[in-house]
């Protein structure tokens, strides 16, 4: 759908998904843990407080937990990397597919501006969202999902029920 | 072979940081080869017309989820050594949706947010620094509502032992109930679809 002539289309969603499930196996077995993604950022942030605030980011609680004890440098973390990976990951599929291009992903009646603020207070509301619950659609749903953990069930259907319930008052963005 | 490789020693964390890249690369190359570097066809789930999120998903949920309980089975892998988040029902009901409402106001979750920006979506720029923002504000308020956010701890709890059901009792229902919702998510779709 909405896709250029010129780009390939998806991956089949089940071929797609037996894909990630690998990759999240290989990740239990190599590694003993999931998948993320809200750690690294997390973990940027507060790297960044720390550059501009240091006092204040290492007096802050939650920051400061991100931070360590300063014997190995905050971004050296494993979600980090993971995430760089994932950024690279991505670009080489959209290169391959004709997909990798400057555009802003809206529906045909949202201006450009709404859309770039909808997609700041969304990330914020998704931050807090991932906070709150201990991981993200990454970490806690996909992750968690696969271990059967009861939290991440709990999170996972929480989301769809969120995510529906707001659905009509975003129609303008999308449709 | 007992795995997980790591907690049985067989590399250090320096190594671990490469696996972090790797695994990452093959995560980022599966979001984006499902069309997940884009807000719209994200948001397609919460509009029924197009159920891929929910498809991807489950399909990854299930294969992991049989990989993990065959090679348990196996005694390939020591799935007790596997970290689980631990449990807090209290504040992952609300976070849960907190995050849904996010998801469809920004259009991105977090790791898809990579897959867009790394793609050249300016919206998944600004939802990537709008996460950036978010965290900031909850580590300022963090003080104030640690004791939500601790309350009602469960520890490393699996659904299993809660319902005190077989494990693979278990997975045959999710597989099951997954399998149901995609022939359930395409009906939607069916439904739904047209008029994109």
């Known amino acids: 759908m909405n896709q250029r002539p010129d780009s390939s289309p998806y991956l089949n969603p089940y071929l797609a998904g037996v894909g990630l499930g690998l990759v999240l196996l290989a990740a239990f077995v190599i590694m003993g843990r999931g998948l993320g993604a809200s750690g690294a950022f997390s973990s940027t942030a507060s790297w960044f407080v720390n550059l501009v605030a240091p006092a204040h980011a290492q007096a802050n609680e939650y920051m400061s937990e991100y931070l360590g004890d300063g014997s190995t440098h905050p971004l050296k973390a494993w979600l980090v990397f993971e995430v760089i990976g994932v950024a690279a990951g991505a670009l080489l599929s959209g290169l391959l597919a004709g997909r990798a291009r400057l555009a802003i992903e809206k529906g045909p009646r949202a201006s450009a501006a709404a859309r770039l603020a909808c997609a700041f207070g969304g990330g914020m509301l998704m931050a807090i969202g991932a906070h709150l619950a201990r991981g993200c659609t990454s970490g806690q749903a996909l992750t968690g999902g696969a271990l059967l953990n009861v939290g991440s069930w709990a999170f996972m259907i929480m989301v769809f029920v969120g995510g529906y319930a707001f659905a009509w008052f975003m129609r303008w963005q999308w449709r | 072979m007992m795995t997980p490789l790591y907690k049985y020693g067989f590399f250090g964390d320096e190594f671990a940081l490469l696996v972090a890249f790797a695994l990452g690369l093959g995560f980022g190359f599966f979001l984006e080869r499902a069309g997940f570097g884009s807000a719209r066809k994200l948001a397609a ?101 640690k004791d939500f956010v601790n309350a009602g701890a469960m520890g490393q709890v699996t659904l299993p032992e809660v319902l005190d059901v077989p494990w693979g009792v278990l997975v045959f229902a999710v597989v099951a109930i997954a399998v149901a919702g995609f022939s359930a998510a395409t009906l939607v779709e069916r439904r739904f679809g047209g008029k994109p």
Not at chain 2, 64 to 76: E, F, Q
Not at chain 2, 99 to 115: E, I, Q, R
Not at chain 2, 130 to 141: C, D, N, Q
């Open chain 2, 45 to 145: 789930q919460f509009y029924l017309y197009d159920m891929s999120v929910f498809k991807v998903m489950f399909t990854a949920i299930v294969t992991a989820l049989l990989g993990v309980t065959y090679l348990g089975w196996l005694g390939w892998l020591d799935l007790d050594l596997v970290y689980l988040v631990p449990t807090h029902l209290g504040p992952q009901l609300l976070g849960g949706l907190v995050l849904g409402v996010g998801f469809v106001v920004g259009g991105y979750c977090p790791g898809t947010s990579v897959a867009g920006l790394a793609t050249g979506r300016v919206d998944a720029l600004i939802y990537a620094l709008g996460i950036a923002a978010g965290t900031f504000a909850y580590a300022e308020v963090y003080p104030a509502i």
